[in-house]
């Protein structure tokens, strides 16, 4: 299983720290990515992503320098800050979680949302105003 939460109602230029807490599978051998969908888009976008042994972490363009990805293995959990907050952060982010074997790096986890082969949660809502 994996469970977001941290969303909620932030100003411009304000923090989030959303988390993702797994279980039910092996933490260390899975990547685990953060993806945010704006409605009325339909697609995902790959926020960031980590890799299951936390040397490797991938940032989209709209969140580089302000964003940091992290993993606590002893929570089976992972962390995104998000700093410095635009309106167009504005979403549902989601967490998933894929093994590591059924993808060759993290920054092809960010790029195509592995939405059939990953666990995924339920999402938790950031709105980003004033």
């Known amino acids: 299983q994996v469970a977001e939460s941290g969303g909620g109602l932030v100003q411009p230029g304000g923090s989030l720290r959303l988390s993702c807490t797994t279980s039910g599978f092996t933490f260390a051998n899975y990547h685990i990515g953060w993806f945010r969908r704006v409605p009325g888009k339909g697609s995902e976008e790959g926020i960031s992503c980590i890799s299951s042994s936390a040397d490797t972490t991938y940032y989209a363009d709209s969140v580089k320098g302000r964003a940091t990805i992290s993993r606590d293995s002893a929570k089976n959990t992972v962390n995104l800050q998000l700093n410095s907050l635009k309106s167009d952060a504005a979403g549902i982010y989601y967490c998933?979680?894929?093994?590591?074997?059924?993808?060759?790096?993290?920054?092809?986890?960010?790029?195509?949302?592995?939405?059939?082969?990953?666990?995924w949660g339920r999402g938790t809502q950031v709105t980003v105003s004033s």
């Open positions: 998933a979680a894929l093994h590591r074997r059924d993808v060759t790096t993290v920054q092809a986890m960010c790029s195509v949302p592995p939405l059939r082969e990953a666990f």
